[in-house]
């Protein structure tokens, strides 16, 4: 069973910096697709960035150009993903969830799998 542990969450001040890292276990596969959601209190979960097992990168419109998500390539570490994130506003402040997706195909048949941290809070507040 993957396993999704988060770390750097925190407070800070508008306009300051966080670097949010999330590091995989229980599989020696490289995951397909790792990421960043967010949820803010009353609001849906939202897709913040995410990045392929090849390096192609996504990101929500409101944290481009602020944000930058990256993924170790060492092979012992190949399923850690960062989360770099700047000039950082008051309304980025919610709970950072890690995804994982794997996909496999057994037998002609495709398979997904979803997997989750258990969150870190982010607060940009004065």
């Known amino acids: 069973q993957v396993q999704l542990v988060e770390s750097g969450g925190g407070l800070v001040q508008p306009g300051g910096s966080l670097r949010l890292s999330c590091a995989a276990s229980?599989?020696?596969?490289?995951?397909?697709?790792m990421g960043w959601y967010r949820q803010a209190p009353g609001k849906q979960r939202e897709l913040v960035a995410t990045?392929?097992?090849?390096?192609?990168?996504?990101?929500?419109d409101s944290v481009k150009g602020r944000f930058t998500i990256s993924r170790d390539n060492a092979k012992m570490t190949k399923n850690t993903v960062h989360l770099q994130m700047n000039s950082l506003k008051p309304e980025d402040t919610a709970v950072y969830y890690c995804?994982?997706?794997?996909?496999?195909?057994?037998?002609?048949?495709?398979?997904?799998?979803?997997?989750w941290g258990q969150g870190t809070q982010v607060t940009v507040s004065s």
């Open positions: 995804n994982a997706h794997r996909i496999t195909i057994a037998n002609g048949k495709r398979n997904d799998y979803d997997y």
């Open positions: 990045i392929t097992s090849g390096g192609i990168t996504n990101y929500t």
């Open positions: 229980g599989t020696i596969f490289s995951l397909d697709l």
